[in-house]
């Protein structure tokens, strides 16, 4: 019998072995092991970013000394509220590590504090009317949202018992 030349090629050595492998290979192993790697360049980024912004924070205290009282609180509340919302993300991208999926309230919380970190900035720099109520018909979609996600949630309450015992919510 005359062999094709696939045949010939899977019979020698090493491409063989080669393709066994490949074949034989668990595609969602790896799935698993490069979401996980990303995710944690992901959460160092994360912790890279609210280390500086609580810098930033801290520096941006001695404008009390030099610039107008309500314009240092002002930057200091902006930042804080910052870095609410990247705390935030921050517990988003944990719960994923954990859970294997990202929960709908988390998201609507993070977004939630952007977008009270908002309706904050505006506020002080006197933004027009208009601005406050498309914010506010926002905020109040979400918190409907958030309210009918936490009353319908298919989740048990064990996975929120096991994110207060590793810290990753707070009383």
């Known amino acids: 019998m005359i ?3 696939m045949e010939q090629t899977l019979s020698n050595g090493w491409p063989k072995r080669l393709m066994i492998r490949l074949t034989a290979y668990d595609i969602t ?5 490069g979401t996980r790697f990303i995710l944690s360049l992901l959460t160092l980024t994360i ?3 609210l280390a500086g912004g609580v810098v930033k924070t801290f520096l941006d205290l001695r404008l009390l000394l030099s610039a107008n009282v309500e314009v240092a609180l002002r930057q200091v509340l902006v930042d804080t509220l910052t870095l609410l919302a990247v705390v935030e993300v921050l517990k988003t991208t944990l719960a994923y ?5 990202v929960r709908v309230t988390f998201i609507i919380d993070t ?3 952007v977008m009270l ?3 904050i900035s505006r506020w002080f720099t ?3 009317w208009h601005q406050f109520a498309i914010l506010g018909g926002i905020l109040i979609t979400l918190g409907l949202m ?3 996600a936490v009353r319908y949630s298919p989740a048990p309450t064990k996975i929120t018992h096991q994110a207060n015992q590793l810290g990753l919510s707070f009383p």
Do not use: H, K, M, N
């Not at 192993?29 to 092991?33: G, L």
């Not at 590590?97 to 999926?101: A, E, T, V, Y």
């Open 126 to 128: 006197g933004g027009e």
């Open 3 to 5: 062999q094709t030349t």
């Open 146 to 148: 958030r309210i009918v």
């Open 97 to 101: 590590c954990s859970d294997g999926r």
């Open 117 to 119: 970190t908002e309706v």
């Open 111 to 113: 977004v939630l504090v």
């Open 29 to 33: 192993r790896a799935w698993e092991v």
């Open 47 to 49: 912790l890279f970013g």
